[in-house]
């Protein structure tokens, strides 16, 4: 029976093997017939052109072409946030009664810790690389990453890591699924105690997490090299923008953070299957939780930073000015990369760690919260009296400066000890950092989807569909997460299925915000989708009539290059064209609210 | 940024090995983790047969079969490890040994026989 | 040396990250004089540790990072950001004012630019 399997299993990995070596025979002798002829001259059209020929798909298996690396981070990030929130519509729908009564404990359990997780390291972290493999090189003036196929290696990373995290949810025999909360607190996920927490669906989702964490810091790696290095001759460090800024602080935040997640979790696994001890013996717990946070805290940054930088980036285009206090927020963005570092701690006061200890990690608390709000008022002043136009991209922006003060504030509130240790683990944590993931990270997601959306699809979104996403999702954000506020406020204990009658008003209130929010990406999806294979194509390099107020930027310049270079080139244009569904060429600036 | 936007798209822009050295890792992993020999083994073969196969593609090695004895070493080295050290796995390390000794192998035989460089590496 | 870089605009611009410095700084000399909990050798030390190793991060990172910006503004072209690489694009004055941004006589597309602006416009039914 034993070997009954090794044989199998040796047979299937020989199998694999051979396969892999033939087609790579195959794909290099049919590149050698035709040398990258697919797009002849102008970037990502070849991708289309490509179609037609029976290499389509491994056009995208084999790129290392930045912008379709980027495009690939984006279709896997918004696979991972359509999982991730179709799991937390069944929570919420589960939540809207005190009983157990639409799936169990255990299986709500369960979902509770994918979906953190999914929407964490699967949506969170890989939908801004999206945006950074796809921009910062063009916004620097460079011609790909520093290390092309090093940052297709990152990405297909991914895809496994996603397999290995939701392995639990498959039919297979054996593995359940994780139940530990993305935390993975100990002894619990250790698989210490009666519970089933020491099955084999463990040990894949931590894998997995591995894997997303070696994807982040090859990532990483690669930007630092490439901001550093491959920046175009006039692009000296007082010239780089502001998002490339943010990339570059978040990346130097992931190379110090993930690769400690890294190890934390090999101990982990050690700790599961070989017998040692890192995290069972004295003061085991105490020490995952410092590992853990010390990654943890960093990775918050890790994902606020870059959408600061988009909302930095979009909010002046639509107030026809430039970013007040661009230095300021520079500078600050470089504190927070610093002092998120010294603040970890303030997830564990109430775990009876030292009081000076803690006295130190509010201090440092009460000091990051200084650049955060910098910001905040420098998105503020951009907008002051400024010409808006309240586009679906400034729509969003808005939006994140409301969540994310909102956010803020009642971070700012746990971080003072006397006020956490009365809410720690209650829905007020939960509703604090789903305004800043969600109210804010979520919506500079969105506002910079929308903003470059013709960029890389070359074609307008449905401007009344894109405000309808917008008001849906504002709405249900706040009634989901406000609402969470006050229980947490009441008094609801976090990460339950089911509760007190005397939470049901709010946590109907809550759900309700969530169906609401299914509803606004349901839109989403759609006029995403749609228009990107049928609306309306822009030529226009300029679509959101950027040169009128002097805040064309490089990325717009490359793409309008790109469409003379188009229209020069009649032969592929027509290819080109015969795909759309005689989509009138316009070009569509949204509507303009200059009053 | 470029004066012209094609010209960046004149070099090559694919490469079939990044995929899967990704995949060789994954599967690596859970081999030696779970204890599956001939996963430990396929996954790291497919690991270092692709690492030496870019390492040729991006021109830092001449041919791949020099690239596989070069990444041979490494993985022995961990072999050992988990042989030899407080690690004590000898089952995983004698695995990994396993995979690094059929690189090895195969990158002697390619420089043997294998005269024409343009093959692929396997 | 170093003043020449440090001029009082980028001092200025620094500010920003001397709030949380200052903040850090106040807590260190609150830990000094008031010691509610005790003082205990190594509690102590870390609890200043804590806030001084961030305090002396965040001092070196800013100095370089200002020494970066500031240095690169005396010796290369401004532009506003994001658009040192556009094509025609005008540098910044000395002041940083923007000045005349787009030369339209070198953009050759800019009559193009206008009407597509126009029936963008144009194609705004709604709003
Ligand atoms: C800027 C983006 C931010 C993000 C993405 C974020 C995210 C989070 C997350 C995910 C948690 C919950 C962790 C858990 O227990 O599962 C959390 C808790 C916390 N956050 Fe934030 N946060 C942000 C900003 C802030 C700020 C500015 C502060 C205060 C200076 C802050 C203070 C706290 C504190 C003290 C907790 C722990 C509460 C407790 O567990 O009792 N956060 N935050
Ligand atoms: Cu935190």
Same mark, same amino acid.
């Given at each position: 029976?034993?070997?009954?399997?090794?044989?199998?299993?040796?047979?299937?990995?020989?199998?694999?093997?051979?396969?892999?070596?033939?087609?790579?025979?195959?794909?290099?002798?049919?590149?050698?017939?035709?040398?990258?002829?697919?797009?002849?001259?102008?970037?990502?059209?070849?991708?289309?052109?490509?179609?037609?020929?029976?290499?389509?798909?491994?056009?995208?298996?084999?790129?290392?072409?930045?912008?379709?690396?980027?495009? /690939?981070?984006?279709?896997?990030?918004? %696979?991972?946030?359509?999982?991730?929130?179709?799991?937390?519509?069944?929570?919420?729908?589960?939540?809207?009664?005190?009983?157990?009564?639409?799936?169990?404990?255990?299986?709500?359990?369960? /979902?509770?810790?994918?979906?953190?997780?999914?929407?964490?390291?699967?949506?969170?972290?890989?939908?801004?690389?999206?945006?950074?493999?796809?921009?910062?090189?063009?916004?620097?003036?460079?011609?790909?990453?520093?290390?092309?196929?090093?940052?297709?290696?990152?990405?297909?990373?991914?895809?496994?890591?996603?397999?290995?995290?939701?392995?639990?949810?498959?039919?297979?025999?054996?593995?359940?699924?994780?139940?530990?909360?993305?935390?993975?607190?100990?002894?619990?996920?250790?698989?210490?105690?009666?519970?089933?927490?020491?099955?084999?669906?463990?040990?894949?989702?931590?894998?997995?997490?591995?894997?997303?964490?070696?994807?982040?810091?090859?990532?990483?790696?690669?930007?630092?090299?490439?901001?550093?290095?491959?920046?175009?001759?006039?692009?000296?460090?007082?010239? /780089?923008?502001?998002?490339?800024?943010?990339?570059?602080?978040?990346?130097?935040?992931?190379?110090?953070?993930?690769?400690?997640?890294?190890?934390?979790?090999?101990?982990?696994?050690?700790?599961?299957?070989?017998?040692?001890?890192?995290?069972?013996?004295?003061?085991?717990?105490?020490?995952?939780?410092?590992?853990?946070?010390?990654?943890?805290?960093?990775?918050?940054?890790?994902? &606020?930073?870059?959408?600061?930088?988009? &909302?930095?980036?979009?909010?002046?285009?639509?107030?026809?000015?430039?970013?007040?206090?661009?230095?300021?927020?520079?500078?600050?963005?470089?504190?927070?990369?610093?002092?998120?570092?010294?603040?970890?701690?303030?997830?564990?006061?109430?775990?009876?760690?030292?009081?000076?200890?803690?006295?130190?990690?509010?201090?440092?608390?009460?000091?990051?919260?200084?650049?955060?709000?910098?910001?905040?008022?420098?998105?503020?002043?951009?907008?002051?009296?400024?010409?808006?136009?309240?586009?679906?991209?400034?729509?969003?922006?808005?939006?994140?400066?409301?969540?994310?003060?909102?956010?803020?504030?009642?971070?700012?509130?746990?971080?003072?000890?006397?006020?956490?240790?009365?809410?720690?683990?209650?829905?007020?944590?939960?509703?604090?950092?789903?305004?800043?993931?969600?109210?804010?990270?979520?919506?500079?997601?969105?506002?910079?989807?929308?903003?470059?959306?013709?960029?890389?699809?070359?074609?307008?979104?449905?401007?009344?569909?894109?405000?309808?996403?917008?008001?849906?999702?504002?709405?249900?954000?706040?009634?989901?997460?406000?609402?969470?506020?006050?229980?947490?406020?009441?008094?609801?204990?976090?990460?339950?299925?089911?509760?007190?009658?005397?939470?049901?008003?709010?946590?109907?209130?809550?759900?309700?915000?969530?169906? /609401?929010?299914?509803?606004?990406?349901?839109?989403?999806?759609?006029?995403?989708?749609?228009?990107?294979?049928?609306?309306?194509?822009?030529?226009?390099?300029?679509?959101?009539?950027?040169?009128?107020?002097?805040?064309?930027?490089?990325?717009?310049?490359?793409?309008?290059?790109?469409?003379?270079?188009?229209?020069?080139?009649?032969?592929?244009?027509?290819?080109? %064209?015969?795909?759309?569904?005689?989509?009138?060429?316009?070009?569509?600036?949204?509507?303009?609210?200059?009053? | 940024?470029?004066?012209?936007?094609?010209?960046?798209?004149?070099?090559?822009?694919?490469?079939?090995?990044?995929?899967?050295?990704? *995949?060789?890792?994954?599967?690596?992993?859970?081999?030696?983790? @779970?204890? *599956?020999?001939?996963?430990?083994?396929?996954?790291?073969?497919? @690991?270092?047969?692709?690492?030496?196969?870019?390492?040729?593609?991006?021109?830092?090695?001449?041919?791949?079969?020099?690239?596989?004895?070069?990444?041979?070493?490494?993985?022995?080295?961990?072999?050992?490890? @988990?042989?030899?050290?407080?690690?004590? *796995?000898?089952?995983?390390?004698?695995?990994?040994?396993?995979?690094?000794?059929?690189?090895?192998?195969?990158?002697?035989?390619?420089?043997?026989?294998?005269?024409?460089?343009?093959?692929?590496?396997? | 040396?170093?003043?020449?870089?440090?001029?009082?605009?980028?001092?200025?611009?620094?500010?920003?990250?001397?709030?949380?410095?200052?903040?850090?700084?106040?807590?260190?000399?609150?830990?000094?004089?008031?010691?509610?909990?005790?003082?205990?050798?190594?509690?102590?030390?870390?609890?200043?540790?804590?806030?001084?190793?961030?305090?002396?991060?965040?001092?070196?990172?800013?100095?370089?990072?200002?020494?970066?910006?500031?240095?690169?503004?005396?010796?290369?072209?401004?532009?506003?950001?994001?658009?040192?690489?556009?094509?025609?694009?005008?540098?910044?004055?000395?002041?940083?004012?923007?000045?005349?941004?787009?030369?339209?006589?070198?953009?050759?597309?800019?009559?193009?630019?206008?009407?597509?602006?126009?029936?963008?416009?144009?194609?705004?039914?709604?709003?």
């Amino acid at each position: 029976m034993e070997v009954n399997g090794q044989l199998a299993l040796t047979v299937l990995m020989g199998i694999l093997l051979v396969a892999v070596a033939a087609w790579i025979a195959r794909v290099e002798n049919w590149r050698s017939y035709s040398p990258i002829a697919g797009g002849g001259g102008y970037g990502q059209q070849d991708s289309y052109v490509s179609e037609e020929k029976p290499s389509g798909i491994i056009r995208w298996l084999t790129t290392v072409d930045h912008k379709d690396i980027g495009i /690939l981070y984006g279709a896997y990030g918004l %696979t991972a946030f359509t999982v991730g929130g179709l799991m937390v519509v069944l929570m919420r729908v589960e939540l809207f009664d005190p009983g157990m009564s639409l799936i169990s404990n255990t299986f709500y359990n369960s /979902l509770l810790t994918s979906h953190g997780i999914t929407m964490l390291f699967l949506f969170g972290t890989p939908i801004l690389a999206a945006f950074s493999n796809y921009l910062v090189p063009l916004l620097i003036g460079a011609d790909d990453m520093a290390f092309p196929r090093i940052n297709a290696i990152a990405f297909w990373l991914l895809p496994p890591a996603a397999l290995l995290i939701w392995a639990g949810f498959f039919p297979l025999p054996d593995v359940l699924p994780a139940q530990t909360a993305w935390t993975m607190y100990t002894p619990l996920s250790a698989g210490v105690g009666a519970g089933n927490q020491a099955n084999a669906g463990v040990d894949l989702m931590l894998l997995g997490l591995h894997l997303s964490g070696v994807s982040a810091t090859m990532g990483a790696i690669n930007f630092i090299a490439t901001i550093f290095t491959e920046r175009g001759d006039e692009v000296s460090w007082a010239n /780089l923008d502001i998002f490339s800024w943010t990339i570059l602080t978040q990346s130097g935040l992931i190379l110090f953070a993930f690769p400690l997640l890294g190890s934390a979790l090999v101990m982990l696994l050690f700790d599961r299957n070989f017998g040692t001890t890192f995290f069972s013996g004295e003061g085991g717990a105490i020490l995952w939780q410092h590992l853990f946070w010390f990654f943890g805290h960093p990775e918050v940054y890790i994902l &606020v930073l870059p959408p600061m930088g988009i &909302v930095s980036y979009v909010i002046p285009r639509f107030s026809g000015r430039r970013l007040f206090g661009f230095k300021f927020v520079v500078y600050s963005t470089l504190a927070i990369g610093v002092l998120s570092f010294g603040v970890w701690a303030h997830h564990m006061f109430a775990t009876g760690i030292d009081p000076r200890l803690r006295a130190s990690f509010m201090a440092v608390s009460l000091a990051i919260a200084i650049p955060s709000a910098v910001k905040t008022f420098n998105w503020i002043t951009t907008m002051w009296n400024g010409r808006i136009r309240l586009t679906t991209p400034m729509l969003f922006s808005v939006g994140f400066v409301a969540n994310f003060i909102i956010g803020g504030v009642t971070g700012v509130f746990l971080a003072s000890i006397p006020v956490d240790l009365v809410l720690h683990d209650t829905y007020y944590v939960v509703g604090h950092f789903h305004y800043v993931i969600m109210g804010a990270i979520g919506f500079a997601v969105f506002s910079g989807l929308y903003y470059w959306f013709p960029l890389y699809t070359d074609r307008m979104y449905q401007k009344t569909l894109a405000k309808a996403h917008f008001w849906l999702t504002m709405v249900g954000t706040n009634l989901t997460f406000f609402a969470m506020i006050l229980l947490g406020y009441g008094g609801m204990p976090r990460r339950y299925a089911t509760y007190l009658p005397q939470f049901a008003t709010m946590h109907q209130l809550a759900t309700v915000g969530a169906l /609401l929010l299914l509803a606004g990406q349901v839109i989403f999806v759609w006029n995403f989708v749609q228009s990107w294979l049928e609306g309306p194509k822009v030529e226009d390099g300029d679509p959101w009539n950027l040169r009128e107020s002097g805040l064309y930027t490089a990325e717009w310049d490359w793409y309008d290059k790109k469409q003379q270079t188009a229209i020069a080139d009649g032969g592929e244009e027509s290819d080109e %064209t015969a795909l759309t569904d005689g989509g009138q060429p316009e070009g569509d600036a949204d509507d303009r609210d200059d009053a | 940024m470029d004066a012209e936007p094609g010209l960046s798209e004149q070099y090559r822009m694919a490469s079939p090995w990044p995929l899967f050295i990704a *995949l060789g890792v994954p599967i690596a992993e859970l081999g030696i983790l @779970f204890g *599956l020999f001939p996963l430990s083994v396929g996954g790291l073969l497919l @690991f270092g047969g692709s690492v030496a196969g870019m390492a040729t593609e991006s021109s830092y090695a001449r041919t791949p079969w020099r690239a596989m004895v070069v990444v041979a070493i490494p993985l022995a080295a961990l072999g050992l490890g @988990f042989i030899y050290t407080s690690i004590n *796995l000898p089952d995983r390390g004698f695995a990994i040994i396993a995979a690094a000794v059929i690189l090895v192998a195969g990158g002697l035989a390619g420089s043997l026989f294998a005269q024409d460089t343009e093959e692929p590496t396997y | 040396m170093a003043n020449k870089i440090f001029d009082r605009d980028t001092l200025l611009d620094l500010t920003v990250n001397m709030v949380p410095l200052f903040i850090m700084a106040f807590f260190i000399v609150a830990f000094a004089v008031v010691t509610p909990f005790g003082v205990d050798p190594l509690a102590s030390s870390l609890q200043f540790g804590l806030v001084a190793v961030p305090f002396v991060l965040l001092a070196i990172l800013t100095y370089f990072a200002g020494r970066a910006v500031a240095g690169s503004e005396m010796t290369g072209e401004l532009y506003l950001p994001g658009q040192a690489g556009v094509e025609g694009a005008k540098p910044l004055g000395e002041d940083g004012e923007l000045m005349n941004q787009f030369d339209e006589d070198e953009e050759p597309e800019a009559a193009v630019e206008g009407e597509a602006d126009t029936d963008d416009a144009a194609s705004e039914d709604e709003a």
